[in-house]
Every structure is written in structure tokens, then in C-alpha cells.
């Protein structure tokens, strides 16, 4: 592990593998560096992966207030790590952190994103119109199981029964340890798990290659959204992972993006 400081003074840690142009690894909601081991050694023969705990998580800092900006300059502090410019790839909500960050940071050459979790129809419930705000109401209170109880049903749509079960977890822990940064991840997503079509004008000036990638079992509303996606970026491709869903397979990922990440 090493850390490196971010613009506002935050430390970041990050493991850094590999040989070759850099790769950041972006993370989605409650996900710390940890999650991108299985990726890692997969890639790392052809890349210098960079797999970081964002801020909140793991042995990174935190600093209040939080704004997205702050997070698109931990990834700009590891751009400098990685020699000055980079890959992107980022996972559910940490694809939208990675297109926040290829609009304000031209030093990312290329942008692979899977499944980023946009509720654009009718094809499931949107989340509340104060699900960022109860977030940190149940955090505040000290409330952090209850906060991961309302992200996973509110958010990702697992069964109340089935989030009783996952309580009894060992993994459960781990993620009331980092409850605070669900509403993290909720500011970053901003309206677009409200059930009506992408706002995807802050993305309209990304034009460097970008991967868009959807999991062929994946459910009809994760489908449209990659989708909606793809038709709103301008230098993009899309592909489908056949048999994948949400947690994809590293080995069936890993494949794709070096194919993608190398091609001139």
C-alpha cells in the first residue's frame, strides 16, 4: 500500500502493480481497493494498475464537506502517481464518478465503464426523491445498518428478507464501516435514478474512446441504461458480456478491456 495526498490535503491509498501505460480502477458504492483484486493481476501484465480506496473507505481519508470535485482530484493525484496520464475503468456508481472526472481532467486518454446504475424507466422503481438525505439522516443518528438496509433496497433492489439474511454476514460489517459514503456515491449519481430520461449534458464534451459495457443477464433497466448511455457519448463503444450480470467476472472483464485499453 502506498497513499498519496489529493489536492484538499485527503490521503488516498492505493496499491500500484504492473508495467505500462497506467490504469486507475474506480470503485462503486461501498467498494474499497480490495474489490479490484481478483481485476489486478489479470491486467497488471500489460498496465501499471493503480486500485485506490476512495475517499471514506478503507486507508484513505476523509474531509469534510464533501463535493464530487474532491473525488475527481483523488483520481487527478493518481494520474500524477501513475506518470501523468491514464486509463479509466470504473464499475456501477464509480463509472459516473469516472465520467465526472474524463470531463475536468483531459490527462485521461481512455474510458472503460460497466454498468453504471441509472433508473431511467419504468423498468424498475426509481430511488426516493430524498434518498440522499435520509442516507445521512440514518448515519447521523448512528443508524449505519439501517443506512446499508436502505441502500440496498432502495438502491440496488434486494429483498427486504434477503437484506435480513446478509446481516448475519461477516461481509456486514464492513459495510457499515463505510455507510457515510453511500450518500457519497447518491451526489454523484445526482438525478439519474429517478426514473426519467439520462441528464447527460455535463458528458456531451467527453470525446476521448470510451467503452460503455452491459452484462447480457443483467435486468432490462441496467440494459437500458448502459444504453442510454452509449447513445449520449460521442466517441463510444458498447459491448454486452454474454451470461454477466452486475458482479461481473474478472476473467471474462479482463479480456475486453486490455483488447480496448491497447488498441490504437
Known amino acids: 500500500m502506498q497513499k498519496v495526498a489529493s489536492k484538499d490535503g485527503t490521503a488516498i491509498a492505493f496499491d500500484k502493480t504492473g508495467h505500462g501505460p497506467a490504469v486507475i480502477l474506480v470503485s462503486g458504492a461501498l467498494g474499497d481497493r480490495s474489490a479490484a483484486a481478483p481485476l489486478t493481476p489479470l491486467l497488471s501484465p500489460h498496465f501499471t494498475v493503480l486500485a485506490y480506496d476512495r475517499r471514506g473507505r478503507g486507508d484513505s481519508g476523509d474531509t469534510a464537506p464533501y463535493a464530487v470535485e474532491r473525488e475527481v482530484e483523488d483520481i487527478d493525484a ?4 501513475g506518470g501523468g496520464s491514464a486509463f479509466v475503468f470504473g464499475h ?4 459516473v464518478l469516472a465520467l465526472e472526472a474524463a470531463v475536468r481532467r483531459p490527462a485521461i486518454t481512455k474510458l472503460a465503464l460497466y454498468e453504471p446504475p441509472f433508473i431511467l424507466d ?4 426509481p430511488v426516493p426523491k430524498d434518498y440522499v438525505a435520509h442516507l445521512d439522516e440514518l448515519v447521523s443518528a448512528g443508524q449505519r445498518g439501517a443506512a446499508v438496509e436502505f441502500f440496498m ?13 446478509m446481516r448475519q454476514s461477516p461481509m456486514w460489517a464492513g459495510m457499515e464501516k463505510v455507510a457515510h459514503t453511500l450518500a457519497y456515491d447518491g451526489i454523484i449519481m445526482g438525478n439519474n435514478m429517478a426514473g426519467h430520461a439520462l441528464q447527460a449534458k455535463q458528458w456531451a464534451s ?3 474512446p470510451t467503452l460503455v459495457i ?5 435486468e432490462a433497466w441496467a440494459r437500458n441504461a448502459v444504453q442510454a448511455l452509449a447513445d449520449a457519448l460521442p466517441n463510444v463503444q458498447r459491448r454486452t458480456l454474454a451470461g454477466q450480470m452486475h458482479n461481473v467476472d474478472p476473467t471474462v472483464l479482463a479480456p475486453l478491456l ?7
Open 78 to 81: 493518481l494520474i500524477r502517481e
Open 92 to 95: 456501477s456508481s464509480g463509472a
Open 122 to 125: 419504468a423498468s424498475r422503481p
Open 153 to 165: 433496497t432502495a438502491a440496488v433492489g434486494v429483498p427486504a428478507e434477503i437484506v435480513a439474511q
Open 206 to 208: 467527453i470525446t476521448i
Open 214 to 218: 452491459v452484462g447480457g443477464a443483467s
Open 258 to 264: 486490455i483488447e480496448f485499453f491497447r488498441a490504437r
